[in-house]
């Protein structure tokens, strides 16, 4: 995106409040994300985190319940969901939320499509690399957070990764040289 011209952002600067307001509002409508981002933090006063958080929980536990035929549907959902946990993200700015979100996903799609993930063969293989790859990102997310929440994460990110090294996803925890116990 080019940078405004110095003149322009002077010209921007001496208009009418009621003008720029008026402009202003007009703009921040065609950015879903940004408007959702002010009412959060304008209008919530970011008190409603938990309460973001929680939905994401609800709608992944409603999703893992979904009856899916391959690994290929349970990827497409986790990708959907992991989509909802980004915007949860740009919205709130919320990194803990995010690492605990996308956590919770992935355990809760093990427990309820081990079956599926299981083993590895062409019909779970891209599963399989998109789980490894995800697991790979929470551990990155959760090691940049403050060491005080690390002890939060432990008993879940171990469960994870168990799954990851004994099921379908294997191959890839090895190529990515994933650990098998995640320590503080």
Do not use: C
């Not at 939320?97 to 309820?112: K, Q, S, V």
Request: positive net charge; aromatic residues 8%; charged residues 35%.
């Amino acid at each position: 995106m080019p940078a405004l011209d110095p003149d322009l952002k002077k010209a921007i600067v001496r208009m009418p409040v009621a003008e720029k307001d008026k402009l202003l509002l007009r703009l921040i409508t065609k950015d879903p994300i940004l408007t959702e981002r002010l009412q959060f933090e304008l209008v919530e006063h970011k008190e409603t985190i938990d309460e973001r958080r929680d939905s994401i929980r609800q709608f992944i536990d409603r999703t893992a319940r979904l009856k899916q035929d391959s690994a290929g549907w349970v990827m497409m959902d986790m990708r959907a969901i992991s989509g909802y946990i980004s915007r949860h993200l740009k919205v709130t700015k919320d990194k803990y939320g995010e690492a605990e979100l996308m956590l919770y996903m992935l355990n809760t799609f093990f427990d309820h499509h081990l079956d599926l993930l299981r083993h590895h063969n062409s019909r779970t293989d891209k599963a399989a690399e998109y789980i490894a790859k995800r697991t790979d990102q929470v551990l990155k997310k959760v090691s940049k957070l403050d060491p005080d929440y690390h002890i939060e994460f432990a008993g879940d990110i171990n469960k994870l990764l168990q799954r990851v090294h004994h099921n379908a996803p294997a191959h890839y925890a090895r190529q990515l040289d994933l650990p098998r116990e995640w320590t503080m």
